[in-house]
């Protein structure tokens, strides 16, 4: 179990730019998540996948962002045109299914998004 | 819908003295409770978590937190701070039995004094 990684770590971008972001969950999780945290807020919840498919999406995830998670492995976030807003870290998360019992996300190190 | 305050956006205590981070949370079903910590420029770690069986919990580090219906609290405690438990501290929500997206609170700054 080598836990959830995501890369890069770190992105500045010019405003404008598209910039896309992985994430590798812990090898048997099937469900996915994605979270936004600004500076000094709490993570929230932008989108989240069980398997292939993208079960729910916050209406934070305007329509310039979008995520797959084409096999059911690893997921991508990409953000079009992208806006000083859109400066956060971006949290990866994943978790076995409920059936188990468990509802323990396991989050990934981040990846800190700077616009400028 | 859910949602989670965390009263105390900055906790400030000496080292050995009792660290108290609150957290009070509105669910319109019973909920599952989760305290993660966040060390800067790190990821999430769950430190304990409420999933309806025993309402006191234990969790790493030598926190434990209780589980308060009556009170909608789910509290964070630690008898003796430690420096190393200086991080930001986030109480987070979700709704079983789906248990899908996790709604965090503002967080709290811990801060501990030598």
């Known amino acids: 179990d080598t836990g959830v990684s995501q890369d890069p770590r770190h992105k500045i971008t010019k405003r404008g730019q598209n910039v896309t972001f992985r994430c590798d969950p812990i090898?048997?999780?099937?469900?996915l998540y994605w979270y936004r945290q600004t500076l000094g807020q709490g993570p929230e919840f932008l989108t989240y996948?069980?398997?292939?498919?993208?079960?729910?999406k916050s209406r934070l995830l305007s329509d310039r962002f979008s995520a797959e998670r084409p096999k059911g492995s690893f997921s991508t976030l990409e953000i079009q045109r992208t806006e000083q807003g859109d400066s956060a870290m971006y949290l990866c998360a994943s978790s076995q299914p409920p059936e188990g019992a468990s509802y323990e996300q396991y989050f990934g190190p981040g990846t800190r998004l700077t616009v400028t | 819908a859910q949602s989670v305050t965390q009263l105390g956006s900055h906790v400030s205590v000496s080292e050995g003295a009792l660290v108290l981070l609150r957290c009070n949370y509105s669910s319109s079903v019973p909920p599952y409770l989760f305290w993660y910590v966040q060390y800067p420029n790190q990821g999430l770690q769950l430190l304990l978590k409420y999933t309806s069986a025993a309402t006191l919990v234990k969790g790493i580090n030598g926190f434990e937190a209780e589980f308060k219906k009556s009170e909608t609290s789910f509290h964070l405690t630690k008898p003796s701070a430690h420096m190393s438990d200086a991080a930001e501290y986030f109480c987070a929500v979700t709704k079983p039995p789906a248990g899908n997206m996790l709604t965090f609170g503002g967080g709290t700054r811990l801060m501990v004094k030598p």
């Open positions: 090898s048997e999780h099937n469900r």
């Open positions: 996948f069980q398997n292939e498919a993208q079960l729910e």
